[in-house]
């Protein structure tokens, strides 16, 4: 029987800070006044995202979506003031355990990341935003930077992802990816991307 190989562990992580952190699904819910409507609303917005790539104006495709929802005008005005009132998931303190060094990488302006990140009561090394980098993920741009800004190569760092559709984009730019499933995946995923229910599990693999 051939000895089984075993990586070596990571050496840093980037987190998705607005799905796999906070919980944005309650801020979003709370702002189009129901979950669901909440949740469609914050899809269009991603949508977005991943069709335009390069970083165009979070605010702009986040009104844009809202129209396309025939959301109350008043709707992007109710997400500016829910955002100032979001909260971590409960398992955050996982983080806390970290050994490693950990960043927040995450799709929207860098007003807004600053903001979520301070909610979180956690310590990163940086939080990165599409803004700054100049593109929304999956774009591997975004990775690859973050990864420059941690001194590690791809292959040395572990990406916690909130949504399929980074864990997939990660993986593709050579990270170690790990989605934590905050909503049931449409799907499954491939079996290098683990699949799990909480931060804790999802930093246990990498």
Same mark, same amino acid.
């Given at each position: 029987?051939? &000895?089984?190989?075993?990586?070596?562990?990571?050496?840093?992580?980037?987190?998705?800070?607005?799905?796999?952190?906070?919980?944005?699904?309650?801020?979003?819910?709370?702002?189009?006044?129901?979950?669901?409507?909440?949740?469609?609303?914050?899809?269009?917005?991603?949508?977005?995202?991943?069709?335009?790539?390069?970083?165009?104006?979070?605010?702009?495709?986040?009104?844009?979506?809202?129209?396309?929802?025939?959301?109350?005008?008043?709707?992007?005005?109710?997400?500016?003031?829910?955002?100032?009132?979001?909260?971590?998931?409960?398992?955050?303190?996982?983080?806390?355990?970290?050994?490693?060094?950990?960043?927040?990488?995450?799709?929207?302006?860098?007003?807004?990341?600053?903001?979520?990140?301070?909610?979180?009561?956690?310590?990163?090394?940086?939080?990165?935003? &599409?803004?700054?980098?100049?593109?929304?993920?999956?774009?591997?741009?975004?990775?690859?930077?973050?990864?420059?800004?941690?001194?590690?190569?791809?292959?040395?760092?572990?990406?916690?992802?909130?949504?399929?559709?980074?864990?997939?984009?990660?993986?593709?730019?050579?990270?170690? &990816?790990?989605?934590?499933?905050?909503?049931?995946?449409?799907?499954?995923?491939?079996?290098?991307?683990?699949?799990?229910?909480?931060? &804790?599990?999802?930093?246990?693999?990498?």
């Amino acid at each position: 029987m051939a &000895a089984r190989t075993s990586r070596r562990p990571a050496q840093a992580v980037v987190l998705d800070l607005l799905m796999a952190t906070m919980d944005s699904i309650s801020t979003w819910s709370s702002a189009a006044g129901d979950r669901e409507l909440g949740l469609a609303w914050r899809d269009a917005v991603t949508k977005r995202m991943i069709a335009a790539g390069r970083y165009v104006s979070y605010d702009d495709l986040v009104v844009a979506a809202a129209a396309e929802l025939r959301l109350p005008s008043e709707s992007p005005n109710r997400l500016r003031a829910a955002w100032s009132e979001m909260r971590p998931w409960p398992d955050v303190a996982a983080l806390q355990r970290l050994r490693v060094p950990f960043a927040f990488v995450t799709n929207c302006s860098t007003a807004l990341a600053a903001d979520a990140a301070l909610r979180s009561g956690l310590e990163p090394a940086f939080t990165l935003s &599409a803004e700054e980098s100049g593109w929304y993920k999956p774009r591997p741009e975004m990775y690859r930077l973050a990864c420059d800004r941690m001194g590690a190569s791809v292959g040395e760092v572990h990406c916690v992802a909130g949504a399929p559709y980074d864990a997939l984009g990660a993986s593709a730019a050579g990270l170690r &990816a790990t989605l934590v499933a905050r909503r049931p995946p449409a799907g499954p995923l491939p079996s290098g991307i683990a699949v799990v229910s909480s931060l &804790a599990e999802a930093l246990s693999v990498g």
